[in-house]
């Protein structure tokens, strides 16, 4: 559930922050072609991006850091 979600964004902070993907809004309004591109570019597991994906345009991605 909502647990993993959180250990997911947690584990993939650093290396979103290390390629430049530290704006929160940004984030949420990249389209699925660029998600894909960020997730390949840090290594991201597919699930792991869908479940990204699904947090971070509910609004859960605010407290990352």
């Given at each position: 559930g909502s647990e993993m979600c959180i250990r997911d964004r947690q584990e993939y902070y650093q290396p979103?922050?290390?390629?430049?993907?530290?704006?929160v809004a940004y984030l949420r309004s990249m389209s699925e072609r660029h998600a894909d591109e960020?997730?390949?570019a840090?290594?991201?597991k597919r699930g792991h991006l869908l479940r990204f994906n699904s947090l971070i345009r509910r609004g859960g991605g605010d407290g990352a850091g």
């Open positions: 979103l922050v290390d390629h430049g993907y530290d704006d960020m997730a390949k840090i290594s991201m």
